[in-house]
């Protein structure tokens, strides 16, 4: 294969990378779930044009130019990004010091974003007519074929060799803690801190109403569900607590539900998710821990963990569109 060409495949898989990943990540549940497959064949097409690529990268090293620093630090991030991503769905390698190893994947991905897009604009490549052509969008399709071939394989190998990765939900998750909240873990999307609340003191304000803790556990709705990390893990629970539609009507021009907690993260809600929402107060059947965010805290089933609001302050609706909001949180 011509290096520019292998270079422009590189350019799209790395796109195609960052938009699939995405998906699995924000979403990962529904019909997302075959962005979490495309993405693995994307990430194996990336992986399939290496040896096409280090000959490229070799005569580039051979000659003498600047910004080859930022080339290599490319390379580094983009092999550990693979390997971080292997080692996850695999289940060779689940945690890695503190971090997860699918932290420890998007970490690298995200790093190694800005120095592609400098490499890039240092190293243009020009696309010609004929790459639009059929003879590539042949090639191309190949090429994405054995990127699928290389996730069915490795899907079949996981089993074969009994690794952990057999087991792992369409996410990706490995379930830890399900019906034992103990053993659940307490995750924190960046640096929020865990709260220790006096639950006396404590009031939960939803739309114009306020209330305390006692209101709250007046009421014993029920809901099994299942809370699946960004991280890499999921459990599912029972949880206990109050349908946020018994406490909050809809109003005429509100587009969205606000979840705010006590630190100052929130989500914001389409409208049409307030008859699926549970306030909980518990999990099953014994009142919230701190880390897993007494005395309330949001269920948002099929909802990614970083839904799930944690020392619930109020609940409100406004006419802000949802979409409007960034897809992750940002604090
Ligand atoms: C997986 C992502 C990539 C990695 C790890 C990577 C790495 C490298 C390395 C190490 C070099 C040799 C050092 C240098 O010339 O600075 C290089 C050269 C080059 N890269 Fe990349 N690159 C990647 C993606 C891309 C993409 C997406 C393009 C363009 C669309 C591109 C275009 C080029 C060009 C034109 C050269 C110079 C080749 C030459 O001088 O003969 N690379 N790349
Ligand atoms: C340079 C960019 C990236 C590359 C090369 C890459 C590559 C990979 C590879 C090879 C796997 C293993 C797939 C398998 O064994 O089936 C994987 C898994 C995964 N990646 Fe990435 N990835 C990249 C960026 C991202 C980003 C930015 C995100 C999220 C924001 C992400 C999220 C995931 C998730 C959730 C999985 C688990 C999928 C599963 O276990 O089935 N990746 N990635
Ligand atoms: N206030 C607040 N709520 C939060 C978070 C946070 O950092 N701050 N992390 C979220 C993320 S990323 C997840 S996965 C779940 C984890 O819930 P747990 O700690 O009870 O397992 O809480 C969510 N709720
Ligand atoms: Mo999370």
């Known amino acids: ?152 394989a490795g899907e079949l190998a996981f089993q074969a060799g009994g690794l952990r990765g057999a087991d792992r939900r369409a996410t990706g998750s490995y379930e830890q803690g399900s019906f034992a909240p103990d053993q659940m873990p307490v995750t924190q999307w960046l640096n929020d801190p865990v709260l220790a609340l006096d639950p006396g003191e404590w009031r939960l304000t939803v739309g114009a109403r306020v209330l305390n803790l006692d209101e709250l556990l007046s009421y014993d709705d029920r809901l099994e569900a299942t809370i699946d990390c960004t991280g890499g893990w999921y459990a599912r629970q029972e949880w206990q607590g109050v349908w946020l539609s018994r406490l909050l009507a809809p109003t005429a021009g509100a587009r969205s539900i606000e979840v705010m907690s006590l630190t100052g993260y929130g989500r914001l809600f389409p409208l049409r998710d307030l008859d699926h929402l549970l306030i909980a107060t518990g999990v099953g059947g014994r009142p919230l821990s701190e880390g897993h965010g007494f005395p309330a805290r949001l269920v948002a089933p099929s909802r990614r963990g970083f839904w799930w609001v944690k020392w619930l302050d109020r609940i409100s609706l406004t006419e802000r569109p949802w979409w409007l909001a960034s897809p992750f949180p940002l604090t």
């Open 1 to 152: 294969m011509a290096g520019r060409r292998t270079n422009l495949a590189l350019l799209v898989a790395l796109f195609l990378a960052l938009v699939t990943g995405g998906l699995a990540f924000g979403v990962g549940t529904g019909w997302s779930r075959w962005a979490t497959v495309a993405h693995g064949a994307v990430g194996f097409v990336i992986l399939l044009l290496s040896p096409w690529k280090s000959a490229i990268a070799r005569r580039g090293l051979a000659r003498r130019r600047p910004d080859k620093v930022a080339s290599l630090s490319l390379s580094v991030g983009v092999v550990a990004a693979l390997v971080f991503g292997i080692l996850h769905s695999s289940g060779i390698a689940q945690a890695i010091g503190p971090l997860t190893a699918m932290q420890l994947h998007v970490g690298f991905a995200l790093l190694s974003l800005p120095v592609a897009v400098w490499h890039v604009m240092k190293r243009p490549v020009r696309l010609h007519r004929t790459d639009l052509g059929r003879r590539q969008t042949l090639r191309a399709g190949a090429v994405a074929a054995g990127g699928l071939a290389v996730v069915g």
